[in-house]
């Protein structure tokens, strides 16, 4: 179930924080929970209810092998060891069969010239995140940092639908302990409001914005030959917007939803764009990735607690399972290669003393991020090299000529009139009609944590919420959040 449609926003979560209320209301607190685990599930399964065994059985064996590190404390460290070892190496499994298997057959293919047989899996829905969450959570219990002897929780902490789909990637131990505070079980008006202007910021992001700059990605990815320079432009930094504004709604409408329910979620997104280097940039993009390849695999490789060049190879291996985490594609691994050459390049150059005006470092690092996301989106090496080939000219340029650039002054003074922009401005005009304020949005205005906290009921969250009613009336062609391809 998508949480850009009718059936999420007005059956489903309406629905779901009624009865989970009320049950509490009736000191039915189990049932409460059970109500939210079946909710969970369903809401799961409404895209594809084949898979659904599939998530049981993930957390099933979760379960046993967490109880089974939690229960075994006196056994040897090499027991539990070999234990958390055999447990994530199962979730490992799990992930790459349906996510990667296709894809390794067809390198094998390509590169040996082997005929192995695809199977053409689809990728069930969430399995990466649901199950980095669940390696989080037998890592932490080997260290002793988690015990879970309750199925039911444990169910919950899992299927929770805010974050099922698409993250945040959470620890057990901030999340669930929310669920035992008696505070909690009460609806609390305040979190409520803030739910639902949550929700209605994230659903102007993703309707009004990202999906429209969708249109315009898709036609310029479709069709890289034809492309000259601003066009190819325009198609770019319109991926770099469609992308923005459809995580960072997703991730208001997930701790939007979860607010409704007295939990708080991580903060998963925070002002990206206005990040002044790529090391930066990774702490405020998909803050809880980041921080899961850090705590989970940069740290356990030896961060950078080894010599430098071992701390260089810690990074590109960290960056690079963290492309390939986000797509079975050649295309995803170059993308988190460049993404780990630029954090090295960084660390190289933030050795040297030296630094950037700040509006020349905003700009390197806003441009490099733009790139990068090309081999991110396109569909085959081909389709990339075909928008950067265009983005560099060397496909054609579109320039305004004088004359158009003295009507454009003309429109300007109010001598033409202001609906004959579009013989003005040229290829990918309409488009950058968008990108302009997108730009300013994300560099000027708070973002949406900034504005939860100071969150205080008036004409202009009302003025957020109308704006997202008018949003809901204006899903047609429903579209899914991208990070749920990953």
Same mark, same amino acid.
């Given at each position: 179930m998508l949480f850009s449609s009718h059936e999420y926003l007005l059956l489903f979560l309406p629905l779901s924080v009624i009865l989970y209320f009320l @049950?509490? /209301?009736?000191?039915?607190?189990?049932?409460?929970?059970?109500?939210l685990v079946l909710a969970s599930l369903f809401f799961y399964g409404w895209w594809n209810p084949k898979y659904i065994p599939l998530i049981l059985f993930s957390i099933l064996m979760n379960f046993a092998v967490g109880t089974l590190l939690t229960r075994m404390r006196s056994k040897g460290a090499f027991f539990r060891k070999s234990l958390l070892v055999a447990g994530i190496s199962l979730n490992v499994i799990l992930l790459g069969y349906f996510k990667y298997y296709d894809f390794l057959v067809e390198t094998s293919n390509a590169f040996f010239g082997t005929h192995g047989a695809m199977h053409h899996?689809?990728?069930?829905?969430?399995?990466?995140?649901f199950t980095f969450t669940q390696i989080a959570f037998l890592v932490d219990t080997y260290r002793k940092?988690?015990?879970?002897?309750? @199925?039911? /929780?444990?169910?919950?902490?899992?299927?929770f639908f805010p974050h099922l789909i698409a993250g945040p990637i959470i620890h057990h131990a901030e999340m669930m302990p929310q669920f035992k505070h008696m505070d909690n079980a009460a609806a609390n008006y305040r979190n409520l409001s803030v739910g639902i202007f949550l929700v209605s910021m994230g659903l102007i992001k993703k309707v009004l914005i990202a999906d429209r700059f969708g249109e315009w990605v898709s036609a310029g990815f479709d069709h890289p030959e034809a492309l000259n320079l601003l066009s190819a432009w325009a198609t770019s930094l319109s991926y770099t917007f469609q992308i923005y504004f459809d995580f960072s709604g997703y991730t208001d409408m997930a701790l939007g939803a979860a607010l409704m329910f007295n939990i708080v979620l991580p903060i998963n997104f925070n002002s990206p764009y206005k990040a002044l280097d790529i090391q930066?940039?990774?702490r405020r993009w998909h803050i809880t990735l980041s921080r899961f390849l850090r705590e989970y695999i940069y740290i356990p490789l030896g961060g950078n607690r080894t010599r430098e060049t071992l701390v260089y190879a810690n990074l590109m291996v960290t960056f690079l399972i963290g492309g390939l985490w986000h797509g079975a594609g050649w295309t995803f691994l170059f993308w988190g290669f460049l993404h780990g050459a630029a954090i090295l390049v960084h660390r190289a150059w933030k050795k040297t003393g030296l630094t950037l005006p700040r509006w020349l470092a905003w700009l390197v690092t806003f441009n490099f991020v733009n790139m990068a996301w090309v081999f991110f989106r396109a569909k085959s090496?081909?389709?990339?090299i075909g928008v950067l080939k265009a983005m560099s000219g060397l496909q054609g340029t579109y320039l305004p000529d004088l004359p158009v650039l003295r009507r454009g002054l003309a429109v300007l003074s109010g001598k033409v009139d202001f609906l004959d922009w579009?013989?003005?401005m040229g290829p990918g005009r309409d488009a950058y009609l968008f990108i302009i304020p997108a730009v300013i949005f994300c560099l000027v205005f708070k973002n949406s944590n900034e504005l939860a906290q100071r969150f205080e009921p008036g004409w202009k969250t009302m003025c957020v919420v109308a704006t997202g009613l008018y949003a809901l009336l204006h899903i047609f062609n429903m579209s899914e959040f991208l990070y749920f391809n990953f």
């Open positions: @049950l509490h /209301n009736w000191r039915a607190t189990r049932i409460a929970k059970a109500w899996l689809i990728l069930p829905l969430g399995i990466s995140f940092d988690v015990e879970e002897y309750s @199925l039911m /929780n444990y169910f919950l902490f899992v299927t930066d940039f990774w090496w081909g389709d990339a579009k013989s003005i």
